[in-house]
């Protein structure tokens, strides 16, 4: 059950007296307004404790019902409020009736692959084809090149759409322009004011733009675009009832997209995922088919499966592969090539972990070193894969609580470069003190979001660029101390981890960035039994002073104080910190404790 002292609790203080875990964190009560708990309890005939958890992630009382059953039609926006979104679908129409040749260029992660899938997919519905263009991530970095444009235009295109990138290309759109090839930019990242070149940039983060839909990801913005063109279709009498399109096809590939480029699920983000994780979970694209076989999914898909198994397959490719093979799987109608690709995605997956885990170990090692009055954290190192670095940045962000960034220097390049890739932490935005610095003459490219960046640079200014960041980047983290410790929705007594309280919360599901799943303290526990179980993650059970047990897994933390804890399983009491997971096993189903963090019980 929850702790009758719950609502004695004042949400500014530590949480249990918590304030520096084994971990180094501090515990915190989210805060939510009794009186909207209450309403929302009664008018939605929900249980308190699942009231409690969407009134402190800000759903009022009259969105309550949105919240719990979201749909696309309760949230989804007018296309033609984002700036440039009819003229862009004009164009596009424009190209299909005169069946102009048409390139899609596309970034190398989840997001790009989603984005172009959707695109190749729509087109192929009127029996229109358009080539892929996915940038190797060494040979040729992010983004648009006049080179990338000059091949496409050898190759007959006649109209490019970027998704995923473009927005801050403009020498390449410029250079675009001056070869006669047409360009539409389909993009989310942050951008200034001055604008690029293109014949329309449809991206809710311009600074004219009015859509309030800064929040999509790149295939949001994509599902969006669909949208429009099937409006435009309409006016032009292209599209009648009997061939348009259902975009629900394809809302599978949106939500995939949206999950895996940790965007704030929220709004429409939020009805795009529920919606597509419903679709997805059908299992009827053959690719996310295909990959869910590989990566041992089965049954219905799940925000944990499509970020942290179907989607770093897809990344793999990017990464340390082929950068076309995620887009590719996502839009084959050949079952033997996807079959074979997913299988190469697999095996680029393993091999990109053994690269990650050799960054990682040699970055940890500087930044472990590096002074803990520093706002940021840069690590960088020569031969450092550039397909790892913004997976490892975002390890160390989590174990530093602070912006990392993680730079890949190749010294053999002429002139040397260092590329980079960062993580930022909630209240600190990363992307725009990146394109500062840009602005500022320390990078040759950089640019973002709130949440990451990614740069280009002389190796030999890093230091230079470490003082930009550090002083640029000091206020954003002090005021975002608070959002950094741990947040609890409540403390549970042991008889109150049950199945029922686990199923009751997979109602605010999808959880992610911006609806975080619920997290609990277990106050006064003792560890009764703990071992380690793979090659870091330890299981274990706490029993409360009157003997009831909860069973739980503390993952990769075996070598870390809260592991050594465990393991010791000695006489003293700990307060716990995690997250309640359904497990289903041997056809029973029953509840664990996901540990992220755990106290000393001061006595």
């Known amino acids: ?25 501090r515990w915190r009560l989210r805060e939510a307004d009794d009186g909207a708990v209450a309403m929302m309890a009664r008018q939605q005939s929900i249980p308190d404790a699942l009231a409690r958890v969407m009134a402190a992630r800000g759903v ?30 004009g164009l596009v129409w424009d190209a299909i009736e005169a069946e102009r040749p048409m390139a899609v260029f596309a970034d190398y992660d989840v997001d790009g692959a989603t984005s172009a899938a959707q695109l190749i997919r729509y087109f192929r519905h009127f029996d229109r084809t358009a080539e892929i263009y996915v940038p190797d991530r060494v040979e040729e970095g992010y983004g648009p090149s006049g080179t990338a444009f000059d091949t496409l235009k050898a190759r007959g295109a006649e109209l490019v759409i970027t998704v995923d990138c473009g927005a801050a290309a403009r020498i390449a759109l410029t250079h675009a322009a001056s070869i006669g090839l047409d360009v539409i930019v389909i ?89 597509g994780l419903k679709a997805m979970s059908g299992w009827r694209h053959l690719g996310l088919r295909c990959l869910a076989e590989t990566s041992g999914v089965d049954g219905e898909a799940s925000t944990y499966h499509a970020g942290f198994l179907i989607g770093p397959r897809i990344n793999a490719g990017g990464r340390v592969g082929r950068a076309d093979l995620g887009a590719t799987l996502l839009t084959t109608e050949d079952e033997t090539l996807a079959r074979r690709i997913a299988g190469e995605l697999d095996g680029l997956n393993s091999e990109r972990r053994a690269i990650e885990a050799d960054v990682l170990e040699a970055a940890s090692a500087q930044l472990d070193g590096q002074s803990a009055d520093r706002a940021i954290l840069i690590a960088a190192g020569e031969g450092w894969h550039p397909g790892v670095i913004g997976v490892v940045a975002g390890r160390l962000k989590e174990r530093f609580d602070k912006p990392v960034i993680v730079i890949g220097i190749d010294r053999e390049a002429r002139p040397p470069v260092g590329k980079g890739s960062g993580r930022s ?35 030999d200014r890093i230091t230079e660029l470490v003082a930009f960041l550090d002083e640029r980047l000091a206020p954003e983290l002090a005021a975002a101390a608070d959002d950094m410790a741990l947040k ?116």
């Open 187 to 275: 993009d989310h990242h942050l951008m200034d004011d001055d604008m690029p070149p293109a014949a329309a940039l449809v991206n809710p983060n311009r600074p004219d733009d009015r859509s309030g839909c800064g929040h999509l990801a790149a295939a949001g913005v994509t599902f969006v675009f669909l949208a429009a063109l099937n409006r435009e279709g309409r006016r032009r009498g292209t599209i009648t009832p009997d061939n348009e399109p259902s975009l629900l096809d394809w809302i599978d590939l949106a939500a995939l997209g949206t999950i895996c480029d940790v965007v704030p699920l929220t709004g429409v983000n939020r009805a795009i995922t529920a919606q």
């Open 60 to 89: 009022a009382p009259d969105q309550a019902a949105a919240f719990l059953s979201p749909r696309l039609r309760d949230s989804f926006p007018d296309p033609s409020d984002f700036a440039d979104m009819d003229k862009a679908a």
């Open 1 to 25: 059950m929850l702790d009758q002292t719950l609502n004695e609790t004042d949400g500014s203080s530590p949480l249990l007296g918590v304030s520096r875990s084994l971990s180094g964190k």
């Open 425 to 459: 932490v909630p209240g600190v935005n990363l992307g725009g003190a990146i394109a500062a610095a840009r602005e500022a003459g320390l990078l040759t490219s950089g640019g973002g979001h709130a949440m990451a960046g990614g740069l280009s640079m002389d190796p």
């Open 488 to 603: 609890a929705d409540g403390v549970l007594t042991a008889s109150g981890v049950s199945l029922d309280l686990a199923r009751m919360l997979e109602r605010a599901a999808p959880f992610g960035q911006g609806n975080a799943e619920p997290r609990f303290a277990l106050p006064d526990m003792r560890v009764s039994f703990a071992k380690r179980v793979g090659t870091d993650h330890v299981r274990f059970t706490l029993s409360d002073p009157d003997g009831r047990r909860v069973d739980g897994i503390c993952f990769r933390c075996a070598d870390t104080p809260i592991g050594e804890a465990l393991l010791a399983a000695g006489p003293g009491l700990f307060h716990a910190f995690g997250r309640l997971k359904l497990d289903a096993w041997q056809g029973r189903e029953r509840v664990q404790l996901h540990l992220e963090d755990l106290s000393t019980a001061a006595r």
